[in-house]
């Protein structure tokens, strides 16, 4: 009411009111970690400090809704020093990695890590780990661990309900998770890539409540009018914004959200975080005070955040002051009503990175030696995994394989490297063996603990010692990125935090990343994103042909194959 | 999907789309309770029953926002029979009046009485039991007995935090009231009369969520903008929609709902619920997808009530099919699926009301003499209440009283009646008295046991035998309404759930209620609605005095005062 002094007020600001999409002209009155007040009687309140903002605009701070920290592969605390001065206060977050390497531990260390953060971190719990029976994971989340993560405050849904197939067939484990979710009045999350139609109908009629996988105008706009709470994502391989923008529009209320899902360093440094959305679809025609509301209010209203989402009287004053609305440019950003960054730097100390025992030396390799690798000549010829730039697919290729003294052997002069896919959680030791083409391999190899979805250890080379020394060294290293020749490491990253991510800056990840890239470059690789393609080729739901380590898998008939076709 | 049977299948509907507001041409098939499929691709799915819609129209059943179903005078059955065959099959209620009476276990009655109706009936926990502390209710709900109540699945909020001083204080408990429904992740309700400004600054910066008082259009734009949840209200006495109706738009999102408050029988019969507020406000010019919006999911969105509030896939099979949208003119109502009401009449059986020791027998007077009625004289003027025609509020008066062998007493020719007050929770027998003007009762006493919002006996007479009378005849009905002269009973209405409900129909309780109005009519009595009027006399929460069994109240000093002028 302004009886006794404010902490902050704001003067002369153009608010952007996300429940009128209004520009409102006023002053904004802070009281601690909460707005106070918001009106043109402001004018004279008391304050322990004011600020004039000249017109400047003040937006609400910018809320994810749907993203996987463990892409950006730095710990909380540098992805918020990342993405916090850029204006985003809050993201949701699908712990999915760290939680198929250290199970429920491992999500409970994500929460403590980015507890205190000026980036509130919300929980969606995974709802799929392991992703498919045909992996070895690091941990299973069963049903009554889903429930009891469900209980924790920051937990806001369960996380994108990925097996379409098995819900489509009704099966009661995924069924069950929508209803745990509703029971805890959280949000059961959708994933559900093309379904339009009865299919989709079937998918939603779970109780299912929003989707981030819609690459069309016309998919969208069917999910939207089936109920479904559209979340437009725009990470750094699927770019789907351009396309979804069209339904960015006031009269589809709080139906849409912003989502990054996956943004790699190199995109977070350039393009930023869910604050690239926004000024993407303002760039491509959306109205201003929408793409704002889409970026904060709708998702905290989907996620029922109480108190976010919005600058209005109770609500928490995270909110960033523009200095152009139109490229949602942050001169400032507040958080709990503290300054934590200005001119696109953090102004505040991020808490230290502990790292629990949970979630470190988690690459745990059996006894290994180049022979472990060794594929025995059959005749015949073999299935070989074809990599594909820029996509997440991959297609198979049958081929005469090259056989030396009884085995088969990678052959860089036709392109075909050896892909080794090695359980690192120390369960039982599988190596799953086959053929790649298309990375332009000519000698040494590439390894990585990023392995979509089990994380296992995946593996390129040409060389079998040299597959050897990469997996030795991501061991020591506690997992992480790295190239090898003739038995030396030409390039690496250490990821020693889930054998995922890194305590190190974005940008000096970056940087290792990029020297890796040169690396591999070096080795003759003339696939772009190397490490990205390969942390995928273990992916066993999407197709077309996958390797874990349990082989080779088709994933269109959902079952392990072998390397020779019979 | 399609795949096996529906139950039912409505072909070629006009689907009012509350998430895209378009009117969508389709087919709807239902698979028990549920909408299992919305689309064009359904015209030959197989069903045990296929109704041709031939273009009608189907809505969402409505959802009332904010009602009080005890002043419907029935059962929460009765009051289903009432509303679902108009389209309504959802209300959120607050059990104010009955917590006030029977506490937990009122309310914990109400929701068994309405288990199993083919209404849902949401719950709010009263916040404001008592409402004041000048007065002596039957129960009292502590900040632990909202905290377990908040615990039950039905219970969807805390209802209206109407103690705005007490907020605007920040009175600690009243805090805690918001904090513990945001825990519980259910909705904190707001009751804040004119305020705009830093008043309602203040007020929405506890974290209160919402509000249905406004009656103006500036008030309304002004809760809007600063986030509020805005329930435009019809009821009974209080009507705001026709000043409101600008704000129900497409670009207010979900950020406007409609509620009906307190509707009593006879509006309850001529109008209808919440489907007069679509009605009418299609009729103000409202867009009628937008209408049915703001009484559909706008409501469940507003209190998270999962599955509700739209036909689309997954969503409970609660809709309406209209042979007119405009006038919004139900021809069948359908509940979890089933058809529940044709052309205005239930088509299935209500379950039996079951009146539980909790609620009934809960007037419990003092032995009572008419000597006990009695006001000794004093010298000077004394405070009178005026009461006010189709209004809540009154006035004081000062007045000198007419005196006979030493005491204050009525004077029909003066228009002056005995105003009382009788504690009738078994608690104290405490009796206020006083005078009250403007009902030109000549003759008799009238009497009810519905007294705002402790719900003492409250009786105005110009006999004080008949006042005792009156008051024992409410003793043995239970409650109710009654109108006496010369020791008979002239009119009466037997209210025996917890002194304000009944379970006869409300045709009944129409003809009744009717009946007591021509016989206060016959006593004399000029203002209209004398019973309502007299209910709330006793309001200490209104200006300007008021009489409760603790005496006169001013209630802008908030204190007892004396009936003699010092």
Chains 1, 2 share one sequence.
């Not at 600020?51 to 809320?63: F, H, K, Q, S, T």
């Amino acid at each position: 009411m302004g009886r006794s002094p404010g902490t902050l007020l704001l003067k002369n600001a153009r608010l952007v009111n996300v429940f009128s999409l209004s520009l409102q002209h006023t002053h904004i009155l802070l009281a601690g970690r909460l707005v106070a007040a918001v009106g043109l009687e402001y004018a004279q309140a008391e304050a322990e400090q004011v600020i004039d903002l000249e017109g400047r605009w003040v937006a609400p701070g910018l809320i994810d809704g749907h993203v996987h920290l463990e892409s950006s592969l730095v710990s909380p605390a540098e992805y918020a020093r990342g993405v916090v001065p850029r204006g985003v206060t809050g993201v949701v977050t699908d712990p999915h990695e760290i939680g198929n390497v250290a199970g429920a531990a491992g999500i409970e260390w994500l929460m403590e890590a980015s507890e205190g953060l000026p980036l509130e971190v919300w929980v969606t719990v995974p709802s799929s780990v392991p992703s498919t029976p045909l992996e070895t994971s690091g941990a299973r989340l069963g049903l009554a661990e889903i429930e009891r993560l469900l209980a924790h405050p920051r937990v806001v849904g369960v996380a994108e309900l990925m097996s379409f197939p098995a819900i489509l067939a009704a099966e009661d484990g995924e069924l069950k998770k929508v209803i745990l979710a509703e029971r805890s009045r959280k949000s059961p999350e959708g994933h559900a890539p093309t379904l339009t139609g009865p299919a989709l109908q079937g998918y939603l009629a779970t109780g299912i409540a929003s989707d981030h996988e819609s690459t069309t105008l016309e998919e969208g706009r069917a999910k939207l009018e089936a109920g479904c709470f559209l979340m437009v994502r725009e990470g750094s391989t699927t770019r789907n914004l351009a396309a979804l923008a069209p339904l960015l529009r006031p009269e589809h209320a709080d139906r849409v959200g912003l989502v990054t899902d996956d943004r790699l360093p190199s995109d977070l440094l350039r393009e930023g975080g869910v604050d690239f959305l926004v000024r993407k679809a303002i760039a491509l025609g959306v109205d201003p005070a929408y793409a704002v509301r889409a970026g904060s209010w709708n998702v905290a209203r989907h996620f029922r955040l109480a108190r976010r989402g919005a600058v209005a009287p109770g609500f928490q004053a995270d909110l960033v002051v523009l200095d152009d609305l139109h490229s949602f440019s942050a001169a400032q950003v507040y958080q709990r009503g503290r300054l934590v960054a200005e001119r696109g730097r953090m102004c505040v100390e991020l808490p230290k990175t502990r790292v629990s025992s949970a979630v470190s030396q988690t690459v745990r390799l059996p006894a290994l030696q180049p022979s472990d690798l060794r594929i025995p000549a059959r005749g015949g010829k073999v299935r070989v995994v074809r990599a594909i730039a820029h996509q997440v697919l991959t297609a198979e290729e049958h081929l005469e394989p090259t056989v030396r003294d009884g085995e088969v052997v990678a052959d860089p002069s036709r392109d075909l490297a050896k892909l080794v896919c090695l359980e690192r959680h120390g369960k039982n030791g599988q190596i799953g063996k086959g053929l790649v083409t298309a990375f332009g391999l000519q000698k040494g190899a590439l390894a990585c603990t990023v392995g979509h979805d089990h994380h296992n250890l995946m593996a390129v080379g040409v060389s079998d010692a040299d597959i050897v020394t990469a997996a030795r060294r991501l061991e020591a290293l506690g997992g992480g990125l790295v190239a090898v020749a003739e038995g030396q490491v030409l390039a690496e990253l250490a990821l020693p935090i889930a054998g995922l991510m890194t305590d190190e800056p974005l940008e000096a990840v970056d940087a290792k990343l990029q020297a890796l890239e040169a690396a591999a470059k070096a080795l003759g690789v003339s696939l772009p994103d190397p490490y990205m393609v390969l942390s995928f080729l273990g992916l066993a739901v999407i197709p077309e042909l996958r390797l874990t380590d349990f082989g080779l898998v088709d994933v269109r008939q959902g079952a392990v194959v072998g390397l020779f076709v019979e």
